[in-house]
């Protein structure tokens, strides 16, 4: 039998699996826009530098709200 967690454990809990949920997104953000580096021809497009300029700035404030969290989770944690 499991036991049951108390109202901050479960807090925390869940806290960590949203926590991973961003950081896995942002891994495969990461993984797509290294993947498209790679194929992109010499010559490349603006548009195709706007769109990563873009997507960049998404995946940099993913990792913001990412280390947001860490933070908060360590404070709960003291």
């Known amino acids: 039998m ?3 967690l108390n109202g901050t454990e479960k807090q925390q809990n869940k806290e960590m699996h949203t926590a991973k ?3 896995d997104g942002c891994m495969n ?3 797509a826009l ?3 580096i ?3 021809p ?3 497009t603006k548009l195709q530098s ?3 300029k873009m997507r960049n700035i998404i995946l940099e404030i993913c990792i913001e709200k990412g ?3 860490v933070n908060q989770m360590k404070k709960l944690l003291n």
């Open 34 to 36: 290294t993947s498209q």
């Open 29 to 31: 953000m990461d993984e």
């Open 67 to 69: 280390k947001a969290l």
């Open 50 to 52: 706007k769109e990563m």
């Open 42 to 44: 010499y010559g490349t």
């Open 38 to 40: 790679k194929k992109l």
């Open 2 to 4: 499991k036991k049951q």
């Open 21 to 23: 949920r961003i950081l």
